[in-house]
């Protein structure tokens, strides 16, 4: 019978509490990582230097055709393994299960968000770049000031749409001991044997944050089209 009153008992109320707040966490943060290093690679990409161009090209095909799963593992047990051994020691000091895992959810995200600024670019009328060439922009600044804010405007859709899926991707961050919602579900079901009842409230929980960032971006969507 569906019975949620075991979460009253020994703190498990409160352990969900702290699993919500560490995924909000764990998503902000490598969303705004991910839309920052999207924006780096969609420009290093557009620079015309052949081996930034190559160098951005394999990153994104790594990060796009590797599972992310694979790739959270990789920078959590593979990457502190081909430090040097004092700095190998001082990371693996620290808290870097949620380090490592906002690293690998965002340079995986922005993967897919510099394709999508990409898309935007190539949206863009070569008419913009040449006005903005005429009036003496260099290169940064025509991308800063004229180019970038289109394709960003261009490609809200998709990047909203990868907004929710690092929002869904931040489970697998449980794999590597991350005390996200996902971590404190299992950890709250091992010990009350509650499998059913536990991991619903967890499913209600993640449709709830699912839900909202649908609603928010439904929102966004509408205020930029009319915007424009």
């Known amino acids: 019978m569906f019975d949620l009153s075991f979460l009253a008992e020994d703190g498990y109320l409160g352990l969900l509490r702290d699993g919500v707040l560490t995924t909000l966490q764990l998503f902000a943060v490598s969303a705004l990582l991910a839309l920052a290093t999207g924006v780096i690679l969609v420009i290093m990409r557009a620079s015309g230097i052949r081996a930034l161009k190559l160098l951005v090209a394999g990153f994104v095909e790594y990060h796009r055709n590797v599972p992310i799963l694979v790739q959270i593992l990789i920078w959590y047990f593979g990457v502190p393994q081909a430090l040097p051994e004092p700095l190998r020691i001082m990371v693996n000091s620290g808290n870097t299960e949620f380090i490592f895992a906002v690293i690998a959810l965002a340079m995986n995200s922005a993967a897919f968000i ?75 079901d091992n010990a009350t044997f509650r499998t059913f009842d536990i991991f619903l409230v967890a499913t209600v929980l993640y449709l709830i944050g699912t839900i909202s960032l649908m609603l928010m971006a439904d929102h966004f969507s509408k205020h930029n089209t009319r915007k424009a």
């Open 114 to 188: 510099s394709e999508d600024l990409r898309s935007g670019l190539r949206a863009i009328p070569r008419t913009q770049e040449e006005a903005a060439c005429s009036i003496g922009l260099n290169f940064l600044q025509r991308y800063r000031y004229v180019i970038l804010p289109q394709a960003i405007r261009i490609a809200i859709p998709s990047l909203l749409n990868q907004t929710l899926i690092l929002f869904k991707n931040s489970s697998l961050a449980m794999a590597i001991g991350v005390h996200e919602l996902l971590f404190r579900t299992k950890q709250i």
